[in-house]
């Protein structure tokens, strides 16, 4: 029985992530991301009304459509956790198959909003929900394992195929944080016991191994050490005070409202992502907000919230998207004097969160500072750890399940590549058992 | 009899420079120019419609409000070229002084341009023009001088004011080319001549001063070799070819012109600041196109321009706007698919500029080459000269003139430092005879 | 009465710091450092050994002669803390002033040192001591305070001129660092009220003014959250475990030694410098040390102890100088084979220290890193925060203090320009109240 | 009959490089060279007298022991040019193959220089010269093609395989440039005659593949330009001035005594490979010298050159090895105080050299530059061009010769994998017909 891993996308670009491994008949597809980058080279993309073939020509969504050509069952399309750039594409893509989507009760709930949104095509596949240490069967051969992992996102897994030929490790995204609040550690014990077993391949991203500053990635410990020096001068000041961070990114939300909680702030979410990630995180027992919170996802209701706040600036915390300048989401809108909230001297903005690599999220950024500042702000803007492994992170993983095979993802060649050589200084070699594929490029293992 | 510099504009910034001079009682300003990254902070400015105020407070035009409370009698207001950074304030600021505008007749032409687009004030200050070479008796006391220098516009000079306490020489800006074909070299043996009399003051430049990479700025006949070398492949293939570069930089265009004239191919200028700099400079004899070449501003012009070259591409060399990529710019628009002319496949596209840095150019260039390369344009991105002079000129100059003073300019705080570290290695020492000047500071030369 | 700022080293560099406070006929010394990069321009450098006039020469110390044109009498000579660029030149200088040094007694102690080990001066000022928080007469006029301070010493203060004009804060290196283990927090109380009462001049580091990346410097707190998930690992694992720091930084030691003393190993401090802090530390109750640590500093008794540890590497770990991988100091000499213990495959090193910026470093970090890897070694190298105040930081100082002059120091030009415009944010302005010097240039205020 | 081509060097790092390829039972070797970086790692490196397995696991030589398991017979080693990473390890090596050595005639010069200098082998392979343009019969099969190319070396080669399968083409290191005086343009003409018979492999350099600067290479011509405007000023000063340059690239050597033979001063050639390379030149008729210079190798005559110098600065131009600031090269020394010569106030340095990336040399460099300048010497850094092709380069070099297969070379993974996404903008994919090899992996085509 032979088995193929066949690289749909991600594997030439940090995004759009799928990949599908097939195991004698069946196939298993793992993760349908969407490219937000791409979107906006073309701007007239509408994702929610564009059809698939649209997106795969701009380079949005995975081009999927080599999949005709694998001779084969697709028994289950499993999502490794609720990030866009791995499950966007999903109302796109996941009705041309006849199989169910998998993924924890986290993120099938994220999913199921993807799915209600798509304005396109009806997606009717079965959603089915694991948790972290589950096991599942896909086929005869071949059954699901969701590994405890953890990443920047609530119920990230590794999902594990146990398969005649040998266990297959799919590690996108993840990093080794033993100290988050919302999220038990990484499963260590699980991962070398499948080290023991016999790994036949990895498949794993490579998102930070160029990032020569982290060589471990440092724990959500550290961002709470940090916001907690950074957030006390702000909170019992005299002025408008607002946090930007990522809305899924629900350890740092709970970080944000511990510290807050204790002043005398209410605490005010606002923006429609916030709400869509936090709402359900609250409403299924991840995140606990405290009591002087409030969500408001509307745009009627962050401009009455606004509004409010405006008047009595230092009774507030102000949490927003917009962390990256864009200029329709709200701390950027906030800025260019758009909104009922007008920022005033003194105020104090912490951007929880870094610029993503890409010169429009610079210039966004850098302008959203710059109008802050000229109206009189003081910003602080590094409280931040990453949500991906460093390449001593990489290191330690390798050893623990000593695969047969390694398949680097998630990320451009220069990073396939870098994590090719670390692979190297662990006794691999690239060509014979570290494999960079192209996407649309397939790697056989013969059993 | 008291000498005074005075700092109007562009000693925190690059931009919006203005200097003004008082000698006695007799004051003499320096350029009026806009801040134009300043503009891109406040999206609904609009130049020519808003009041000076308005537009000085956002810090678009130099603040010169301080100069009420100068006790002299203004005598003239000197341009030292026609970039907008140094004249496009005219028509806010000019109409409060009772004096002449001065310049060489090119700068003089621009300046009546800028003067005729003013939608809120009555400009009837008389424009004067000196050549380069010339002297002009502007009171009692002060006679002025334009001595021949080269910049990246034509007609660029270093003006000079002869006073009973020595010689003021303002020199912003220049670099020492001896290569240019529309501009004669600058002219050393006057400059060292002044040295001889004895310069009180001199007023430069700073822009260049931290590139570490132009010890000596390269000549334009470098440019001109490396335009040779890149066009001519493109000039001799069956598709489309565009070059970009800055429409005021006359010398380059001939350049462009000069090269491309010996092919087949017909050249289009096109875009409103192409007709506008190179309108003028062929009227005044200084540009000398080709025959077969024309000059298309307005977007109805430009777009029945566009058309012919879309079907017969291999016949036509466009030489546009838009080498920031600055998304109402006509390459970018092009770029975008929003004109006649749609980018094919192996169209070559040649930018002879540099990125200004500044995040929003960063971005606007990097989706403007995505875009041209996505519809599968070839770029040759590194064909560009700078026309401010490096850290050895800048020393060569300081040996010529010998200033007994000196006040670096057009840069911000570590530009202006760094001109101050080099001026003592030359024997200078900061706080002493260099003065770093913030705006609306003024320094006393006591004759 | 006026108050005069003499700016003596520091001012055009990072190092050899020294500033003279003039205050009627009275005059405080503030530092005398050396500046260690420059000692290795002149190879033949022998610090201990030279005069003088030499090292002045070649910019290794603060040139002082201009001392001799001051008309006052020296009162004081007061040392921030014990980093040699605020030391290392006392005992070429001191001995040209009849006046007591003042420190707290860890410092005090390395001034002693520094004394003892000189071969061409015969220092005989006296040596005093004030604790943090503590004050002293030093003339009829002026009264020295010792305000709590952080940095990566023990024991460093802001010393506080309490003048008839007004307080003189002199703040050489600081960090606000409210979780170190081995200093308090600094005295935020004690600032506040210097500020109410009224600040003449704040002299200021300006070192880390300039890196965007840490708006507020991060605690220890991080570096011990750091340190303990790097060094966790290692620790349990049967190979050489290596961690190398500043010798000077005893709250970090005493970090590595808390996370270590755990363990089964047995910790070794190796080299003359760690011998040198550590030990004094030490003897002084500052550093506490677990019964399973020794501290070797001749090279016999460190040959010894690696020995030791070359044959049951996995019982030990060894703490080591030479993080700059300067090629005299213990790591890069191990790494280069040149002790007796070997680097094996799977030897662990941890780098608790960033390169300090600097042509030679980079290169020596270089050569040690690839030559710890080529024999098999796993390098950790990110486990520092910086010492140095940040962006933010300063900003809360000034607000804190309200000086009514500012002088920035320890910086070049560029750093101290960056301080300035800071301080513009805050409301001041360089030239008015931002005083930015060169050596030898003075600032007087009249009272 | 298949072909193979095996990497042996140069495939993992920029240095040591080595190729074989295999047609049917011959085997023919291109190149065989050092890796200079990897010297300075073990201090204790002597290269003339070590033996090739250390030299070999020091990675400073190619890892040729695999050629004990191809089974084929060697029939030629060729040699595409003679800088040391294309022919520094031949004395190493060559002696274990029974076939000659082939390169143009000074290629050939230079390599027996190489042989001459070994202390450990005896090498006897017969040497032979072969012309560009010029053709030689290695097997029944293989027939040798020398195709004139250009570098920064003279008689540099594109070495062509004409096999029964196909042509190979071997192309390190080469630039398009078509303004060298010492050497022809290269062979355009041919290069695509070859493509249109049919190329079946290339073999490319990826060097300056990265270099997002230049896009063309610039051209001798720039150098030429920049080098006349730099020159002419510190020619005619009364001051003394050096030239530092590669001593191996003879047109800029040539350049360099084109402008200076026309000013009154005697130009004199310091330093051992100086006196190698220009010495070979200049016997072989490629570089001529004019009449007022000379070349001085052994250090008593460098010494005795330059006493006469330091009296009569004004009368001399040095020109002088040292460009990477390497401490026992000829203008480091000069920086360092330890020659006859002596650096004095208003001597002009030119480096026509970049910093070879590496952090050694930046260190050498900056302390070289520091010492010069301390001593009063005006250093001009920026008169360089590369020669090695740049990206829009080896564009047109693939749109040239159309090859099936590519392979690219001299480079480390990021390199080969940035050569390998060129290439796919030109249709091809890596991992079907791009090829990425580590050192001692092969790839086979069958014919």
Same mark, same amino acid.
């Given at each position: 029985m032979s088995v193929e891993v066949i690289a749909i996308g991600g594997y030439e670009e940090v995004g759009r992530n799928m990949t599908a491994v097939k195991v004698g008949e069946d196939v298993i597809i793992f993760d349908m991301?969407?490219?937000?980058?791409?979107?906006?080279?073309? @701007? &007239?993309?509408?994702?929610?009304?564009?059809?698939?073939?649209?997106? %795969?020509?701009?380079? *949005?969504? =995975?081009?999927?459509?080599?999949?005709?050509?694998?001779?084969?069952?697709?028994?289950?399309?499993?999502?490794?956790?609720?990030?866009?750039?791995?499950?966007?594409?999903?109302?796109?893509?996941?009705?041309?198959?006849?199989?169910?989507?998998?993924?924890?009760?986290?993120?099938?709930?994220?999913?199921?909003?993807?799915?209600?949104?798509?304005?396109?095509f009806k997606v009717n596949n079965p959603i089915k929900t694991l948790n972290p240490g589950?096991?599942?069967?896909?086929? @005869? &051969?071949?059954?699901?394992?969701?590994?405890?992992s953890?990443?920047? %996102?609530?119920?990230? *897994?590794? =999902?594990?195929?146990?398969?005649p030929e040998g266990i297959i490790v799919y590690a996108l995204d993840f990093k080794f944080d033993n100290h988050q609040k919302v999220s038990p550690p990484p499963d260590y014990r699980r991962l070398k016991e499948l080290g023991r077993k016999g790994v036949l391949a990895l498949i794993v991203e490579s998102t930070n191994i160029k990032d020569t500053n982290e060589v471990k990635t440092y724990s959500e410990r550290i961002a709470r050490n940090i916001l907690e020096d950074l957030m006390r001068g702000p909170l019992y000041e005299k002025t408008g005070m607002?946090?930007?961070?990522?809305?899924?990114?629900?350890?740092?939300?709970?970080?944000?409202?511990?510290?807050a909680k204790k002043s005398h702030r209410e605490i005010l979410f606002l923006g429609r992502s916030m709400e869509r990630f936090c709402g359900i995180a609250e409403s299924q027992g991840i995140l606990k907000l405290p009591k002087n919170s409030s969500i408001y996802g509307s745009p009627k209701a962050v401009n009455k919230a606004l509004m409010k706040a405006e008047d009595n600036r230092e009774k507030y915390l102000l949490v927003t998207t917009g962390h990256q300048g864009e200029p329709d989401a709200l701390l950027p809108r906030i800025a260019n004097?758009?909104?009922?909230?007008?920022?005033?001297?003194?105020?104090?903005?912490?951007?929880?969160?870094?610029?993503?690599?890409?010169?429009?999220?610079a210039a966004n950024r850098h302008i959203m500072e710059r109008r802050l500042k000229a109206s009189g702000a003081r910003i602080y803007a590094n409280a931040h750890v990453s949500g991906h492994a460093g390449r001593?992170?990489?290191?330690?993983?390798?050893r623990m399940l000593k695969p047969q095979h390694i398949i680097?993802?998630?990320?451009?060649?220069?990073?396939?590549?870098?994590?090719?050589?670390?692979a190297e200084e662990e006794g691999y070699r690239i060509g014979n058992n570290v494999h960079i594929l192209r996407n649309a490029q397939a790697q056989v293992f013969n059993g």
């Open positions: 991301g969407i490219h937000l980058d791409r979107i906006s080279i073309h @701007e &007239d993309t509408d994702i929610d009304r564009m059809h698939s073939l649209d997106l %795969i020509e701009r380079g *949005v969504i =995975p081009d999927d459509t080599l999949m005709k050509d694998v001779d084969g069952k697709v028994k289950g399309i499993v999502f490794s956790h609720g990030h866009l750039d791995h499950i966007g594409a999903v109302a796109k893509l996941a009705h041309r198959y006849d199989a169910p989507l998998i993924g924890t009760p986290y993120t099938a709930a994220l999913i199921q909003k993807q799915i209600n949104g798509e304005r396109k589950g096991k599942m069967k896909l086929s @005869e &051969d071949i059954t699901l394992e969701f590994v405890q953890t990443h920047s %996102i609530p119920q990230a *897994v590794f =999902p594990v195929l146990h398969t607002i946090v930007t961070t990522f809305s899924s990114h629900v350890e740092r939300v709970q970080t944000i409202a511990d510290i004097g758009k909104t009922p909230f007008n920022i005033k001297r003194g105020d104090n903005v912490i951007i929880s969160a870094p610029i993503i690599p890409n010169p429009t999220n001593e992170d990489h290191r330690d993983f390798i680097p993802a998630h990320g451009d060649l220069s990073m396939l590549s870098a994590y090719g050589e670390l």
